[in-house]
T-cell receptor, first 117, second 113 residues
Framework: DGGITQSPKYLFRKEGQNVTLSCEQNLNHDAMYWYRQDPGQGLRLIYYSQIVNDFQKGDIAEGYSVSREKKESFPLTVTSAQKNPTAFYLC????????????????FGAGSRLTVL | ELKVEQNPLFLSMQEGKNYTIYCNYSTTSDRLYWYRQDPGKSLESLFVLLSNGAVKQEGRLMASLDTKARLSTLHITAAVHDLSATYFCAVVDYGGSQGNLIFGKGTKLSVKP
């Protein structure tokens, strides 16, 4: 079955450590996204990528980094510069690379919950 | 900057009752999505509304979009326990060249017997 796989599901980080969250999709989607979800909040966009080797900052990119070396993969690194990283992180993908025309439904992964100790 | 506001944020209702969730947004847009999230799980797409007056229905849920009022509604008919979840609306913001999706805070629905 096609879908998005995120790992790990749960991750604990000590202060000062960088951690990387994995996101892999086998849907052949062009665009991939990382969102952060905090309790009682909507999703906020961290980074997105429309094609391989290209990505753009979202609304809350500070303290995060990404890469897009393969179409299927879009890992997110939470760096020590992110002062409040405890959150639920959701990776998503879509066929289209723009929301400005037509429908562009996001398919989400199951999420990764990061806790800072 | 487009802002999205959902009301109510928490909703407790009895099985068999009807209710409506409201999604208001602050600037012009004509594309809106509804997603469902079960506790600790991912988001699942429910509806895509792409024009003024659009109405979509699936089972006990019906969504509509009024772009002039900048309002979308998600109507629940004869609620059942399986509908308990958090519902998010997301509005397309045309501020950038590619557009961006702005999510509301979500409405946590609890349906009790």
């Amino acid at each position: 079955d096609g879908g998005i796989t995120q790992s790990p599901k749960y991750l604990f980080r000590k202060e000062g450590q960088n951690v990387t969250l994995s996101c892999e999709q086998n849907l052949n989607h062009d665009a991939m996204y990382w969102y952060r979800q905090d309790p009682g909040q909507g999703l906020r966009l961290i980074y997105y990528s429309q094609i391989v080797n290209d990505f753009q900052k979202g609304d809350i990119a500070e303290g995060y980094s990404v890469s897009r070396e393969k179409k299927e993969s879009f890992p997110l690194t939470v760096t020590s510069a992110q002062k409040n990283p405890t959150a639920f992180y959701l990776c998503a993908s879509s066929i289209g690379d723009t929301f400005a025309s037509g429908a562009n439904v996001l398919t989400f992964g199951a999420g990764s919950r990061l806790t800072v100790l | 900057e487009l802002k999205v506001e959902q009301n109510p944020l928490f909703l407790s209702m009895q099985e068999g009752k009807n209710y409506t969730i409201y999604c208001n947004y602050s600037t012009t847009s004509d594309r809106l999505y509804w997603y469902r999230q079960d506790p600790g799980k991912s988001l699942e797409s429910l509806f895509v509304l792409l024009s003024n007056g659009a109405v979509k229905q699936e089972g006990r849920l019906m969504a509509s979009l009024d772009t002039k009022a900048r309002l979308s509604t998600l109507h629940i008919t004869a609620a059942v326990h399986d509908l308990s979840a958090t519902y998010f609306c997301a509005v397309v913001d045309y501020g950038g060249s590619q557009g961006n999706l702005i999510f509301g805070k979500g409405t946590k629905l609890s349906v009790k017997p």
